[in-house]
Every structure is written in C-alpha cells, then in structure tokens.
C-alpha cells in the first residue's frame, strides 16, 4: 500500500511541477519563446503527467481490489508483494506514455515571429472532435469506470466477509455442550468421585486445559473478526464515496465544458458563458490537488499514532484540554 502511495503523491507533484508551473510561466510571459521542441515537450509533459495521475489511481484500486478479494497472493503467486506492486505502477506509467505521443505530434509552434507566436494543437490532420473525446475516454471515463468498479468490489466482499463472520444461531448448541463438559471437569467432586489411575488425570487435565482455550480463541476470534471487519467495511464504503465522487466532481466540469464548446453546444445556446473557459481550463489539476487531502483524512490517526510512539508522548485525560 505505501508504494502506491509514494507514486500517488510523486505523481502529484508532477502535476504542479510539469503541469501547473509551464501553465504559470506561460500566463506571465502570454508569448510563447521558446522553439517547437520545447513545446512539444511541454504539451507532451503535461498530458503524460496528466494521464500518470489517472493511472495510479487505477493501480492503486486494483492492488486494493486483489488484496481484499486475494488475501494470500503473496503465497500463490511467484511474484514477490514489492515486485508485483512494481509491476503495476509500471505498467501504468508505460500507459501513460504511450497514450502521451498524440499530443506531442500534435503541438506546432503558430505565427512565429510575430506577438501572437503561441503553442497549440495542429487539427489540420484530424478533427478536434475526435481528439478529446478519445481524451475524455482514456483520462476521465475508462478510469472512473475502473476505480468505481474495483471500490464496488471491495465493499461487496466486504460486506459478504462480515456476514458470513456473524455469530450464528446454528453455533450455540454446540458452544452450551462445550460449556457444559468444561464446567462438568471444572467441578472437583465429578473428579473426586471416578476412581482412575495418574496417567488418565493428567490426560483429563490436558483435555481440559485444550477446551478452555480452544473455546476461547473461539469466542475471542468471533469478536476480533466481527469488529476488525465492522470498521474495515465503514472505513471503506467512506473511502469509496469520496474517492469515486471527488475523481468524477474534478474531471467533470473540465470534460463537459470542453465537449460541450468542441462539438458547438456552447457557442449555438450559450455563448455567453464562453468569457468563462479560461478558468474551465485550469481545473486539470483539481484531483491531484486532492488526492493529498483524502490521503490525510483516512491516515491523519496513524501518523499522530506514529509519532507520539518516536517521541515518547502518551496522551491521557489529564494532559487533554
């Protein structure tokens, strides 16, 4: 979990420092100087930035999914935990890649040599439509798709683990027996009274020591079980909501808008709104801005868990104010 974490947050970072940095530099400069290399490195960089942040996320939920749905991969697989979570995050980074090189041959340097010089999309060799609606498929909708589906997953088994876990009905009569034979060895007249030799005394003794703690781990493991799985199932169906929702609520006013303006809707019933596409346009990096956020929220207990433990600080009612 913590490696996709790392990526996650890497990830991040890139978003502010390829992403949102050119963008910034770009609005104070308003020309572009720089020669058509550079720009299709920064359009390139972005985009694949871009796509990176989509794709850990999707590592991310599936590493998850297969750890709840395969809790003993580590075992069955010839892979080690580290190499298969490698495995992942590279895969989704060669994606990433991959699914960059469009926007590089696309970006062209316009009306160089004069004030209006500018780095945009060259559509002359195919059609602006079909470009972002294939964007809209590859960034926003095959991986919302993906990480709802593997957060259903997790909460669906979730959800069956800790009903199949509950105490049944079915249990008690065999629990009464036990109880009953153990407070039946437990009495000392019911020894006392049956005549029998040393060696079956310590047997009897052994039998009855094994019951109690059989019984007990019985009992004790039912109620680890019951509650480990009650807090895993709320933490996660929370985690699911907010991580599904906050990925759709940040990518769906950017897609939308753009879909909208590139097939003409906007400009046919709405083009009063238009004035309002320069800021549509810098909400790319909304999620990763984010993701930190939500990571913080389900992890802020560990991390002041963790540090009271390296600093030596124990917190009671007392010190509380």
Not at 65 to 83: D, G
Request: include cysteine.
């Amino acid at each position: 979990m913590k490696i996709f974490i790392i990526n996650l947050a890497i990830t991040d970072l890139f978003v502010a420092l390829g992403g949102i940095l050119p963008e910034i530099i770009w609005n104070i400069t308003i020309v572009f100087y720089a020669p058509t290399f550079v720009c299709k490195l920064v359009k390139y960089m972005s985009t694949t930035i871009t796509y990176g942040s989509s794709f850990a996320l999707i590592a991310l939920s599936i590493d998850r999914a297969e750890a709840v749905c395969r809790p003993l991969r580590a075992t069955s697989s010839k892979f080690s935990k580290k190499t298969h979570a490698l495995m992942l995050i590279g895969s989704a980074w060669l994606a990433a890649v991959v699914c960059g090189i469009p926007t590089a041959l696309l970006a062209q340097k316009v009306y160089e040599g004069t004030q209006y010089e500018n780095c945009r999309f060259d559509f002359s060799r195919i059609s602006p439509q079909a470009y972002l609606t294939s964007i809209a498929m590859s960034v926003f909708v095959i991986p919302a798709f993906i990480i709802a589906t593997c957060h259903i997953i997790i909460v669906i088994k979730i959800w069956s683990a800790s009903k199949s876990r509950k105490f049944r009905i079915n249990d008690l009569p065999d629990l009464r027996q036990k109880r009953s034979q153990e407070k039946h060895l437990s009495n000392p007249l019911s020894v006392t009274t049956i005549s029998i030799s040393n060696k079956k005394l310590s047997e009897l003794s052994l039998d009855k020591k094994s019951l109690r703690i059989g019984l007990s781990r019985r009992i004790n493991r039912k109620h680890v079980h019951s509650s480990c799985i009650s807090r895993a199932k709320v933490k996660t169906v929370k985690m699911t909501c907010l991580i599904v929702s906050t990925y759709v609520i940040c990518w769906c006013p950017f897609m939308v808008w753009n879909l909208m303006v590139t097939y003409g809707y906007m400009r046919r019933y709405a083009p009063y709104l238009m004035k309002y596409s320069p800021i549509i346009q810098h909400l790319v990096p909304l999620n990763s801005t984010v993701n930190p956020a939500i990571f913080w929220i389900f992890n802020a207990e560990n991390f002041i868990r963790r540090r009271r433990r390296t600093t030596g600080i124990v917190v009671t009612d007392a010190t509380k104010f």
